[in-house]
């Protein structure tokens, strides 16, 4: 692909989806997934209580023997969630479940945006944590021309597969964005610039994401607990990073 596409020249980058991740990743020094309902939200809440989470991109039988291997127990489905799996993607979910050390985190978006990185370095951006991602990776000389970042939406699935750009995960990526411009990040590209944009003339945060396609979705499959979640501005000063295949506090 051209070099147009990877926003070069840049200090912060802003792309959609793991095919953005793939363009964006060989060209920066970091890497932030954003994947606010509900993967990286999940992250957080999981990393804050001590567990080690390791991405997985598929929820089936493989995502099982993933979970084994590694020793480890497997978040389920949302409906899925017994006594004896009490784990999900739903980060209301986690917090009521007991403490698990080591946890496999299933997500077709936000663990495939994670895998899609190469050997760049990853961490997890939300709306719980985003000044917190923006300070800690400007504080290390991040998000320059010489150190860009990338920040990628993972945004939600069509019916058909094809990528459905969502507004929950524009304001999240705007929300680091804007603490990395704010605590030094410079030359934001003009995807970037936009993102951020976004965010800053977001009046309510949590009532834009209850009420964007996503937001109702969840509320109206009984999960409006786990928008709440997902909108606590700046609630975590956690900053998960991938370090050996699992997020861990950076």
Known sequence: MREDFSQAGYGVRFEWGPAGAKQLAPA???????????????????VESGA????????????????RQLDADL?????????????????????????????????PNGSA????????????????????????????????PERPV?????????P???LRPAVEDLLGAGAVIAALREHGGTALSPEAAAAASAFAAAVDI????????SGRELAGDGFAEDVAV?????????????RHGAFVPA
């Open 28 to 46: 920066v020094s970091f890497l932030v997934v954003v994947d606010v309902l509900s993967f990286t939200t999940s992250v957080s809440v999981a």
């Open 52 to 67: 080690r989470v390791f991405p997985y991109g598929w929820r089936d039988e493989s995502a099982t023997a993933f979970a």
């Open 75 to 107: 978040a389920v489905g949302r409906r899925a969630v017994t006594p004896a799996t009490p784990w999900s993607l739903s980060p209301a979910a986690l917090r009521r479940a007991p403490f698990t050390r080591r946890l496999v985190l299933p997500s």
């Open 113 to 144: 945006i994670a895998a899609a990185a190469g050997g760049v370095d990853v961490a997890a951006g939300s709306l719980r944590n985003g000044s917190a991602v923006g300070r800690w990776l400007a504080g290390r000389g991040h998000g320059t």
């Open 150 to 158: 990338g920040v990628i939406a993972a945004g939600e699935r069509w």
């Open 160 to 162: 058909d597969g094809s």
């Open 206 to 213: 949590g009532a834009a994401v209850a009420d964007s396609a």
């Open 230 to 242: 997902a909108t606590e501005l700046d609630a975590s000063s956690q900053v998960p990073v991938l």
